[in-house]
């Protein structure tokens, strides 16, 4: 054992970037940077000169320590299983619980539904829809509940606000409370959540890490994670009625799905323009179903990366998202039967790769040839995997691996990978990050989405050429 | 030389793969002459097969290679054919619903992830399975199929164990446990994890009956008066279960096999309803199957009876002796022409194949060890000249004459 062995923790940013933060300083690791105003992702110990720390997507950090690019980590236990469920031998060992971020994952239903009972979700006919940030837990789950059929929608977020029309099932992390506000009743806790240390089991058996890791993990508050039970029902609050949304295609409803997040803004101007009213969207207390003027319309508001699998699976008719993440879906999907019906023209992106300025690497040949000259497989890190591998397939990337990322993919080069597939609006913040691009891959704006499938509801079908139509004249004014 | 294998799979050298076409030949052969028909089932099929109730346990479940396909949308998943079974069961209700008996058979591919790697990934099974009927001559018939090839190719010392699904089920259910328990107690003793029944949280009485119940050894006669001794002399609603496993252990000891029941010697598949078997030499399973009655009425079929039996080919590739079975090659001939008569060398090979022998055409890397004859082929006079092992030479101007020669 060497203690001059240099050791690098991965910290998340979010939900528990607060409490892991007022935990290290209690530590007196001395880590100033962390904060999450933090623009700089890379932090050195003032106490530790061997220690070093970056802080990642909550999600990205089991998969960061267990491929061996940090010695520790800090996240939830969540984003552990989500990992370990699928691949057990991963290495990575669980130091222990901390105690603090403490919530559960639970498997909820809309009460509406009248499937209140696990026991109603499994004698349900056809399959049952699960809809969840944790595809992995998520079949798990349904495996052990011995569902005969299932089909599983992995997410990127908003889990909750997809039952009972767009699914039957959410997993979904929070409280009972909290579920109540969205109209959901859990039928069972799948697991309970809290921050936990992590560590990678090569470097754990490798480096002296004992001082730092007992500064912060008190052997007294290691506690069993509990198992799976089933919970009382509408325990507490009553959960809240929900807004009627038609489920199903066969009906005159048009069901249209508008982003969250940052796109909100500019997709409000944009139906402004069109002659489409909205009330409370955005919505500052995170309605996620907002009303509007235009007859047979409902709308629900959802994460544009999960708006072409919804759109193809039938949950929704149309959609305003990304070309970049309809892209994403029809490369990983070739017959799914998603199309563009119209091209907004906002929000325009470029797609890059995107290498570290100290690689000798001006264009996609010299990728090739760096590649190719390589002893390990070159690390692809990208929101868009299936981007990524068709850009790694289609360059003869040869040997490479793409490492998925939920966010700051910049902040991974160039030590937690070689390559980037990332969207860009104006290049700076690769710039900034010492970044080159090296190859534009293709431009995306916001596109309205539906389904080549016919519609065979007259009403309905008028209906959306109406809305198509008011999209198009809203672009020309914008 | 780093290795590019992917993890947990193996490659068959040629001299496995000569093996391996050995033990599959005469499990062709053998299911031929018992009536059976071979069929082939795709090697992705969709995960909802196996997910159904009744199917394979979560412990299977959680092993499999499941992943969207490139039309997965739906977020339904497909799965790498994780059983021999199912698909078959599949391919009956699909093309061959209306026969009454069907009797199939089929060599596959099955795979199951194994977290060391050190155990192959992809697994190997030659399986029959009997479709239509529910006596216990059928499930007799299995386990003699099964037996018979062993015995061809010299595999001694098998043992036979056998345990009755039914059974086991109807004892948990009179242990008074839920269905939910008796669903977990099941698993457990599919999973092999009998020593973890414990943590069931059942009380001691119940567990102690079980525990002496799954430890249950012997032959039926021993067995069924262990069993009254267990229970009380009532064994009311276990009637039919015992009568079945009886009448299975009585045929097969009449027909001469040794077997010996053992209720906890069940694994893996949940589908199984009635009579198992499995066969084992030394600790190694080399083989198994059983009756499930359910399975097509499960999978959306009519209600009918089935039962099945696998070898798995890997296990017995270790056991055969392949200098014992070796059979009686034809002569090999190698073809030496000289580059102005490649024409005619080629025409010659393929003469020789077509009149049953093996030759083949010399590339100057061939070692002469393998072949009895060499064959040396000119353009001028003469044409062909025989070789053989004791380096005597016999000239021939047609080929008609080098097969004469050969002949003799």
Same mark, same amino acid.
């Given at each position: 054992m060497n203690k001059?062995?240099?050791?690098?923790?991965?910290?998340?940013?979010?939900?528990?970037?607060?409490?892991?933060?007022?935990?290290?300083?209690?530590?007196?690791?001395?880590?100033?940077?962390?904060?999450?105003?933090?623009?700089?992702?890379?932090?050195?110990?003032?106490?530790?000169?061997?220690?070093s720390a970056k802080m990642f997507h909550e999600r990205d950090i089991p998969v960061q320590v267990a491929i061996g690019n940090y010695d520790l980590g800090i996240c939830g236990s969540d984003w552990i299983e989500e990992l370990m469920v699928k691949y057990p031998s991963s290495a990575l060992i669980k130091v222990g619980s901390l105690r603090y971020g403490q919530s559960a994952l639970y498997a909820a239903v809309s009460p509406s539904e009248g499937m209140s009972t696990l026991e109603a979700v499994r004698e349900r006919s056809g399959v049952v829809r699960i809809a969840s940030e944790y595809p992995n837990l998520a079949e798990h789950f349904a495996v052990n509940l011995r569902l005969r059929r299932f089909g599983i929608?992995?997410?990127?977020?908003?889990?909750?606000?997809?039952?009972?029309?767009?699914?039957?099932?959410?997993?979904?992390?929070g409280t009972v409370e909290g579920l109540a506000d969205c109209g959901l009743a859990p039928v069972s806790k799948v697991l309970?959540?809290?921050?936990?240390?992590?560590?990678?089991?090569?470097?754990?058996?490798?480096? *002296? !890490?004992?001082?730092? @890791? +007992? &500064?912060?993990?008190?052997?007294?508050?290691?506690?069993?994670?509990?198992?799976?039970?089933?919970?009382?029902?509408?325990?507490?609050?009553?959960?809240?009625?929900?807004?009627?949304?038609?489920?199903?295609?066969?009906?005159?409803?048009?069901?249209?799905?508008?982003p969250d997040g940052h796109q909100q803004s500019p997709t409000f101007d944009l139906l402004a323009k069109s002659g489409i009213g909205l009330d409370d969207y955005p919505s500052p207390t995170g309605n996620r179903r907002p009303a509007t003027d235009l007859a047979g319309v409902t709308i629900k508001v959802i994460?544009?990366? *999960? !708006?072409?699998?919804? @759109? +193809? &699976?039938?949950?929704?008719?149309?959609?305003i998202t990304g070309r970049d993440w309809l892209c994403e879906h029809l490369y990983q999907f070739p017959t799914s039967p998603v199309k563009e019906l119209a091209d907004l023209k906002s929000g325009r992106v470029k797609i890059v790769a995107v290498v570290s300025n100290d690689l000798p690497v001006a264009d996609a040949s010299d990728l090739r040839k760096f590649s190719a000259g390589r002893t390990v497989p070159l690390r692809v890190a990208s929101e868009y995997v299936n981007i990524a591998d068709k850009y790694a397939r289609d360059n003869h990337l040869g040997s490479y691996r793409v490492v998925p990322t939920w966010g700051a993919t910049e902040a991974f080069l160039p030590e937690d990978a070689d390559l980037l597939i990332e969207n860009t609006e104006t290049g700076r913040t690769i710039a900034r990050h010492n970044l080159r691009i090296v190859d534009i891959i293709f431009e995306s704006t916001a596109c309205l989405i539906g389904s080549r499938r016919r519609v065979t509801n007259a009403v309905k079908r008028e209906r959306i050429e109406a809305i198509i139509r008011a999209l198009q004249t809203g672009v020309k004014l914008n | 030389m780093k290795t590019q294998r992917c993890k947990g799979t193996?490659?068959?050298?040629?001299?496995?793969?000569?093996?391996?076409?050995?033990?599959?030949?005469?499990?062709?052969?053998?299911?031929?002459?018992?009536?059976?028909?071979?069929?082939?089932?795709?090697?992705?099929?969709?995960?909802?097969?196996f997910t159904s109730l009744g199917t394979l346990t979560p412990g299977m479940l959680g092993r499999v290679y499941s992943f969207l396909d490139w039309d997965g949308w739906s977020g339904e998943r497909v799965v790498l054919r994780p059983d021999g079974t199912i698909p078959v069961a599949r391919l009956y209700i699909e093309d061959m619903e209306k026969e009454k008996l069907a009797k199939l058979f089929y060599v596959a591919n099955t795979f199951i992830f194994e977290a060391t790697g050190e155990k192959t990934r992809e697994r190997w099974q030659c399986g029959a399975e009997l479709i239509g009927v529910s006596s216990p001559s059928a499930d007799v018939e299995l386990v003699m199929l099964a037996l018979e090839v062993l015995q061809r190719l010299q595999i001694d010392g098998v043992k036979l164990k056998l345990s009755h699904a039914g059974l086991i089920r109807a004892l948990l259910a009179r242990l008074g446990l839920s269905s939910e328990e008796q669903a977990r107690v099941f698993d457990r003793i599919?999973?092999?994890?009998?020593?973890?029944?414990?943590?069931?949280?059942?009380?001691?009485?119940?567990?102690?009956?079980?525990?002496?119940?799954l430890g249950l050894k012997g032959k039926s006669?021993?067995?069924?008066?262990?069993?009254?001794?267990?229970?009380?002399?009532d064994l009311a609603g276990l009637q039919p279960f015992i009568d079945d496993l009886v009448s299975v252990a009585g045929l097969l000891e009449a027909l001469g096999a040794d077997y010996q029941i053992d209720l906890a010697s069940v694994r893996d598949f949940e589908y199984y309803t009635g009579a198992i078997f499995q066969l084992f030499k030394g600790r190694d399973k080399i083989g198994g199957g059983g009756r499930y009655d359910a399975l097509i009425s499960l999978m959306g079929g009519r209600d009918t009876p089935a039962s099945g039996v696998a070898l798995y080919i890997d296990r017995l590739m270790e056991l055969v002796e392949p200098e014992a079975l070796a059979e009686v090659k034809a002569p090999g001939i190698l073809v030496r022409a000289r580059p102005e008569a490649a024409k005619e060398g080629f025409s010659l090979v393929a003469r020789l194949h077509e009149a049953g022998y093996r030759a083949e055409f010399n590339l100057g890397a061939q070692s002469k060890a393998g072949f009895d004859w060499m064959l040396d082929v000119q353009s001028k006079a003469p044409k062909f000249v025989l070789t053989n092992k004791d380096k005597k030479k016999f000239e021939a101007r047609t080929i008609k004459e080098v097969l004469r020669l050969l002949k003799r």
């Open positions: 001059t062995d240099s050791i690098k923790i991965a910290l998340p940013k979010g939900r528990l970037l607060a409490e892991t933060a007022a935990r290290l300083k209690e530590a007196g690791w001395g880590l100033d940077g962390y904060k999450a105003s933090a623009r700089l992702y890379r932090i050195k110990s003032r106490s530790y000169p061997e220690l929608f992995p997410l990127w977020g908003a889990a909750e606000a997809y039952p009972p029309e767009s699914a039957d099932l959410a997993l979904v992390c309970g959540v809290g921050a936990c240390l992590i560590a990678n089991r090569n470097s754990w058996e490798a480096k *002296d !890490m004992k001082e730092i @890791v +007992a &500064s912060i993990y008190d052997k007294t508050t290691a506690r069993e994670e509990s198992e799976p039970e089933v919970i009382e029902q509408y325990p507490g609050r009553h959960p809240r009625r929900l807004k009627a949304f038609p489920p199903g295609g066969d009906g005159d409803i048009v069901r249209l799905a508008l994460r544009p990366q *999960d !708006m072409p699998l919804q @759109v +193809a &699976s039938g949950n929704f008719d149309l959609a | 193996r490659d068959l050298s040629p001299g496995e793969m000569a093996l391996f076409r050995l033990i599959e030949g005469v499990f062709r052969d053998a299911c031929l002459n018992w009536g059976y028909k071979e069929v082939r089932t795709p090697t992705l099929e969709y995960l909802h097969l599919l999973d092999g994890n009998i020593k973890e029944l414990s943590e069931l949280g059942l009380d001691r009485t119940e567990l102690e009956t079980l525990s002496a119940l006669s021993v067995f069924v008066k262990s069993l009254k001794a267990l229970l009380a002399p």
